[in-house]
């Protein structure tokens, strides 16, 4: 999410004065555009994604009481998805981890949050999908009281390749969100896979999230570029890569080649996680919080130029192209009220409609921002987006700020909303039942609706290849592969092996296929390999 623990501070201050708003039970009438109260009215899907993020920061999963009132509250709103965070700076709240539990005295270090919070959901039919941030490890002045965290095995007190955090090119290594991990370290995003995957394997979660998958955001923004990702060894694997090894010199934040590298590491890191994943539980549902700050794009070509390609080097709509994502959650984080910020959640939402290139995608919306009545609105707004293509459902951020303090109108009064006490299951009423008192105003959630079915994942008609690719007993870091299919008129395909040596195709029609790995000296005899509908197909390619 990446506000969840910036805006706390904020709403803590204010819960208060919140909390007393509320209790007038008055109906709220204000809304920001009031051309928007006819979409606010549109009836609720069949089917629909209806996702709520729980965070580690706050109430949500911490103790079974509060797992059993967070069920509640989603059934009660019609809530059908929950984005449980279970790891989000290096820490866990499930016991099958390598990772130490959180330090949080609300949490019990010996309860399994994860394995309730799956139990308790999966009895009354919703899915839990286990929400892990990737890069960010640290935030606070003092460093984690347990020698196992990875702050303290790879953070500020280690130097040569036992550094994991990414720098800017002065060395500064904490920015706005905190310390982060460096994707392009080898070592770093094999212990990024291992997290995501160790949950995989012990957990029957129904999906896996990434957030914070990408580079940290800077104060600075540059018209092109970042000035991120400056970790040592990351910066000789992109020289090696490009055959400047002999040069001392900084790539330039804007440096083409450096920010295509920069975006491959991160894409490299979710294709890896992706395919590994579907080899272990290929039923899984494997999704994304993505970023989609500023002026939206209005073609393919324009998303280059976006924050996420220049800013952070998060190629999700390459992701979603190649088939190593199910399903996009963009963050349309957006205050209702400014009409500049409402224009470009429009046209946001419109272009994530149309570029869903053929996978699931529901529409992040930053309920903490606004009162109910402009929750009510985006939501209809967002069912209205696209004609041809529609985004599949909607997720909200968050169960803990499930709307922002009323504001007042222009000469008129407070706006309020109505509740007998400020409980989750309240909080999230509006959903359900819309603004008290207000029948022109009806809850988008008002009944059920049941999420929609992946037919690629229900009914697979295509397979993946995963391998390695090695120069003797090392991995071969960077080396091209080449995927055939066999025949005369098979086409093909290539990538590149990431700094494990790790290699993945996706999307691959079952059938015989040849895959060969380019050496200094030309390309090395081909290996058979079939691929199968459902299922990844492994292989290992060796320079002598």
Partial sequence: MG???????CFLVGQLCIVLTLSAGCAARHLANPASAASAAIGSPESEIRGLWVDEFHAGIRTADEADQLVAAAQRCNVNTLLVQVRGRGDALYLQSSEPPREDPAYDPHFDALEYII???HRVGLEVHAWINAMPVWRDPTPPNDSRHVFRQHGLEQSGDAD???RSPQGETKFPVGYFLDPGHPAAAAYLADIYLNIVRHYAVDGIHFDYIRYPETEA?????AAVGYNPTSLARFRHFIGRQDSLSLPEPDDQQWTVWR???VTQLVRRIYIEAKGI????KVSAAVIAWGRPPHSKRDFDETAPMQRIFQDWRGWLEEGILDLAVPMNYARERDPLVRSWFDGWIQWEAQN???RQLAVGLGTYLNPPEGTLAQIGRVRQAGQKYHPDGISLFSYFAPYAAPVSPPGGSSSQVSTSADSPSNRLSFLATGMVGDVSSPGAFGVAASIPRMDWIEHPIKGWLAGFARQGAAPADGAVVELKRAGWW????????DGNGFFGFSNLRPGKYHARLKSSNGWLPRVNVEIVAGRVTRVELVQP
Avoid: E, I, Y
Avoid at 3 to 9: A, I
Avoid at 221 to 225: E, K, Y
Avoid at 281 to 284: A, R, S
């Fill in 263 to 265: 975006r491959q590491q």
């Fill in 164 to 166: 994991w955090l990414t």
């Fill in 356 to 358: 869903k290139n053929g």
């Fill in 3 to 9: 506000l969840v623990d910036d805006f706390s501070k």
């Fill in 119 to 121: 139990t308790a959901a």
């Fill in 281 to 284: 539980n290929p039923k899984l």
């Fill in 490 to 497: 098979g086409k093909s395909q290539r990538t590149l092996a």
């Fill in 221 to 225: 923004r540059l018209p092109r570029g």
